[in-house]
């Protein structure tokens, strides 16, 4: 298999902000929003790596692991860091495309509040358009100076990922 983490344009606080400016102007492929550009940049990466992996092996399973929100309030509820608007990644569209095997955003939030993995992960579970779905988990945080999570929350997450067909 080939799998990807989430990071393709830079995360806060080293965001891209007017470095591709002259690559855009140069470049813009028709588009006038330079956010569409981006994510179609990375729309077109996923795509040339899906159909490469195809060509060459096509028994070969190809899979994501995007930033966990995809858009806030997307689901109701949830607001933060969102990989569509900031990170420029949109992964609804490689699913709704079929250009990846699988998917694992990365929720790595305890249930309740505005990141919610009660509501994040069978959210997704609803995106995957026939594709395979698997949450992210960080069981790393399980009693951990920058979590701080309760022992049994990963317990909690894993029946709820049992309990979403």
Request: hydrophobic residues 35%.
């Amino acid at each position: 298999g080939v799998h990807f983490d989430d990071y393709f344009y830079p995360y806060p606080p080293n965001q891209i902000s007017t470095q591709d400016n002259a690559t855009f102007t140069n470049y813009s492929r028709g588009f006038t929003n330079r956010d569409d550009w981006r994510r179609d940049n990375v729309n077109l990466l996923i795509q040339m790596i899906h159909d490469s992996i195809q060509v060459a092996k096509p028994h070969v399973k190809f899979g994501m692991s995007p930033f966990g929100i995809w858009q806030n309030g997307v689901p109701a509820g949830i607001s933060g860091l969102d990989a569509y608007s900031t990170i420029y990644c949109d992964a609804v569209a490689w699913l709704n495309r079929q250009i990846v095997d699988y998917i694992t955003p990365l929720l790595y939030w305890p249930f309740g509040g505005a990141q919610d993995f009660g509501k994040l992960m069978p959210w997704w579970g609803t995106q995957r358009n026939s594709r395979h779905f698997y949450p992210g988990q960080a069981p790393y945080r399980v009693n951990a100076s920058d979590g701080n999570w309760a022992a049994n929350e990963i317990p909690r997450q894993v029946r709820a990922n049992r309990g979403n067909a």
